[in-house]
Nanobody, 116 residues
């Protein structure tokens, strides 16, 4: 069973930055698309960014130009660098692994709060 452990969330002022990390157990990480969803209170869980096993990134329009996703297959870790944060970025952020179009593994979530 793969476990995903997230870190790096917290409270930051608008305009600030945070870097999320998600470390995976086991050996399957390099073969999977990995990335991040987020869920704000009362809202659905939305895709924020993903990166394929080949290293191609994909971003939601709401974060393009502000967030950068990267992966280190040697460390089984995916990162999300979040700059120019806005209050509307406040949410619980979940990392995931996906072999195809559906998510196979979820992290436990990390809270990101952006104050105005």
């Amino acid at each position: 069973q793969v476990q995903l452990v997230e870190s790096g969330g917290g409270l930051v002022q608008a305009g600030g930055s945070l870097r999320l990390s998600c470390a995976a157990s086991g050996s399957i990480f390099p073969a999977y698309t990995v990335g991040w969803y987020r869920q704000a209170p009362g809202k659905q869980r939305d895709l924020v960014a993903s990166i394929t096993r080949g290293g191609s990134p994909n971003y939601a329009d709401t974060v393009k130009g502000r967030f950068t996703i990267s992966r280190d297959n040697n460390k089984n870790t995916v990162y999300l660098q979040m700059n120019s944060l806005k209050p509307e970025d406040t949410a619980v952020y979940y990392c995931f692994l996906a072999w195809s179009t559906s998510v196979d593994y979820w992290g436990q979530g990390t809270q990101v709060t952006v104050s105005s």
